[in-house]
């Protein structure tokens, strides 16, 4: 599988925003579902938010409010919406394309992660 392709990352002064674009080379990209995790320096990658191939949205608490994930199925790209950004946003974030979901959360796809995109904040 082609991995997806991430970009919009940057460095940004807290409070501030960027929005980050995940771009999946997939021709059935419509009928998959999508994920972006991120990876804090020092820490396990976790989860951020998750669109489900017909619209549907989850995230992570801490992030709830101030994120906002979409998607242009003709573009084949997933976005990231990331507002009032706090040093504690600081990580790699990547994307993650055709997963499934179990338990009530999303489960990854673990041959589609892009290389990720970094995101800094600084206080």
Not at 19 to 44: E, H, I, T
Not at 49 to 75: L, M, V, W
Not at 102 to 112: E, F, I, K, T
Request: glycine share 12%; with cysteine.
């Amino acid at each position: 599988q082609v991995p997806p392709v991430e970009s919009g990352g940057g460095l940004v002064q807290a409070g501030g925003s960027l929005r980050l674009s995940c771009k999946a080379s997939r021709v059935d990209f419509s009928r998959l579902n999508m994920a972006w995790y991120r990876q804090p320096p020092g820490k396990q990658r976790e989860f951020v938010a998750t669109i489900s191939h017909y619209g549907g949205t989850k995230y992570a608490a801490s992030i709830e409010g101030r994120f906002t994930i979409s998607r242009d199925n003709a573009q084949h790209t997933v976005y990231l919406q990331m507002n009032s950004l706090k040093p504690e946003d600081t990580a790699v974030y990547s994307c993650n394309s055709g997963g499934a979901y179990g338990s009530g959360r999303y489960l990854p796809n673990l041959r589609s992660w892009g290389q990720g995109t970094q995101v800094t904040v600084s206080s």
